[in-house]
């Protein structure tokens, strides 16, 4: 892929030039430097891109791997594999992105699955993870896929435990009652809620629930 298009910012200067392309060796260090600025702790550090994965997957599935450039500068990146989920199993991150290698994409995979979407916290007010998304999209129509679908993290959710279920805590987020910083951008997004899934990922604040999400292909 390769997008030029403009974002706006509020903030500070109103029109930034943005530029979508495929991430390549060169840029992994600054992927690698973005990933500990977007995931603090308590996220496990274990999580976080190392050069042997990003290096595998611009081996195994170099369409599913993209960044975002504000100005000339990597602010983003979002890495997709192809695949086929069967929504009613349940499923583990570490499990169908074989612990983010993607050796388990399947080249005739009908499902784009998100493996990771990640942004400089200093460049967020531009939309960059929209735009990201967006281009995924785009990629899921480009190779005739059935839809774009993955697992969000539900950062929210412990302060929230003790007196919802995964599902109510979702709904509440759909109708606006609570605020989850990755759900309601998912949500803006046009991703829908598929259910949740228990023990998807190891992260405390979700208490470890992940939310299968979906877009479907408007044009299968």
């Given amino acids: 892929?390769?997008?030029?298009?403009?974002?706006?910012?509020?903030?500070?200067?109103?029109?930034h030039h943005l530029h979508i392309r495929n991430y390549m060796e060169q840029?992994?260090?600054?992927?690698?430097?973005?990933?500990?600025?977007?995931?603090?702790?308590?996220?496990?550090?274990?999580l976080l891109w190392d050069e042997s994965q990003l290096r595998e997957h611009i081996n195994i599935f170099p369409d599913g791997c993209l960044c975002i450039e504000v100005e000339g500068v990597v602010a983003g990146s979002?890495?997709?594999?192809?695949?086929?989920?069967?929504?009613?199993l349940d499923h583990t991150w570490d499990e169908i992105t074989a612990e983010g290698t993607i050796r388990t994409h399947d080249e005739i995979g009908k499902d784009l699955y998100v493996v990771?979407?990640?942004?400089?916290?200093?460049?967020?007010s531009l939309g960059?993870?929209?735009?990201?998304?967006?281009?995924?999209?785009?990629?899921?129509?480009?190779?005739?896929?059935?839809?774009?679908?993955?697992?969000?993290?539900?950062?929210?959710?412990?302060?929230?435990?003790?007196?919802?279920?995964p599902a109510q805590y979702v709904n509440a987020v759909l109708q606006g009652e609570l605020h989850d910083p990755i759900l309601t951008f998912l949500f803006?997004?046009?991703?829908?809620?598929?259910?949740?899934?228990?023990?998807?990922?190891?992260?405390?604040?979700s208490c470890h629930y992940g939310l299968l999400t979906e877009w479907k292909?408007?044009?299968k």
């Fill in 188 to 205: 803006k997004a046009g991703r829908s809620p598929v259910r949740p899934i228990k023990n998807y990922i190891e992260d405390e604040e």
């Fill in 78 to 88: 979002m890495t997709a594999m192809r695949t086929n989920v069967k929504d009613e």
């Fill in 27 to 46: 840029d992994f260090n600054r992927l690698i430097e973005i990933q500990k600025e977007a995931f603090p702790p308590p996220f496990p550090s274990k």
């Fill in 128 to 165: 960059l993870g929209r735009q990201l998304t967006q281009a995924m999209y785009e990629t899921v129509i480009h190779l005739q896929l059935n839809r774009l679908v993955g697992g969000g993290r539900m950062p929210g959710y412990h302060k929230y435990a003790d007196e919802l279920s």
């Fill in 217 to 219: 292909n408007p044009f």
């Fill in 116 to 124: 990771d979407i990640c942004v400089d916290p200093s460049y967020r």
């Fill in 1 to 15: 892929m390769d997008k030029w298009i403009y974002g706006f910012d509020k903030k500070n200067h109103p029109f």
